[in-house]
């Protein structure tokens, strides 16, 4: 119905299960903002889905805000006309996935489908999947990317000591290679680097 909701996961606590958004309702009603808040060592095992229903107005916003030390084992999973944001900081970690492919964001209502942020000594092992105008990302200060498929990105900001490594996915073979494509701005520097493997017998590399 267009409300918000917050749900805190507090030190040391843990949760397992999945949390569904759905967008707004009513004609009156303001986009629906959503946040999962996860604090000191703080433990989520489950997806987040973000939907619509036939009578949805207005899309949901959601932000995962991870912080010292706190870990999300799970995806993102956006349909409809939704955006995501993901903050992963305090030497945190996201392992799961950022599924776009059955969102439909209205580009000219918004330029991005949805954010990432890496930083502070934080990792994120995954992937974007089927984006259409790309999400902006930023991984910084000693922060870490395992890029394990291919993945589109509006604008990417990668500095200070960080690192994007192209690596398989799960359960994959190990010479599954990857594309990163980049549509706008290339940013950063500072020690940061690329990790790309390559086949040089088969003429294959990501």
Do not use: C
Not at 54 to 74: D, F
């Amino acid at each position: 119905s267009g409300g918000h909701i917050a749900v805190n996961l507090q030190e040391n606590s843990s949760w397992e299960g999945d949390m569904t958004v759905v967008g707004g309702e009513k004609e009156n009603s303001y986009p629906s903002n959503h946040y999962i808040n996860m604090y000191q060592n703080s433990l989520w095992k489950g997806n987040l889905n973000i939907t619509n229903s036939p009578n949805t107005i207005y899309g949901a916003q959601s932000s995962v805000n991870l912080s010292e030390q706190s870990v999300w084992l799970g995806d993102a999973v956006l349909t409809g006309e939704n955006y995501i944001n993901v903050y992963t900081y305090g030497n945190s970690t996201w392992i799961g996935n950022l599924d776009l492919s059955q969102n439909n964001m209205d580009i000219e209502s918004q330029a991005q489908e949805g954010s990432v942020y890496i930083g502070d000594r934080s990792n994120w092992q995954g992937h974007i999947i089927g984006s259409k105008y790309g999400v902006g990302l930023q991984v910084f200060e000693d922060s870490n990317w395992q890029m394990t498929g291919d993945s589109l990105v509006d604008a990417l900001y990668f500095d200070r000591n960080s690192t994007i490594s192209f690596v398989p996915e799960p359960n994959k073979r190990s010479n599954s290679f990857s594309t990163l494509t980049v549509l706008q701005n290339l940013d950063g520097g500072n020690g940061s680097q690329f990790n790309l493997r390559t086949d040089i017998a088969a003429n294959q590399g990501d």
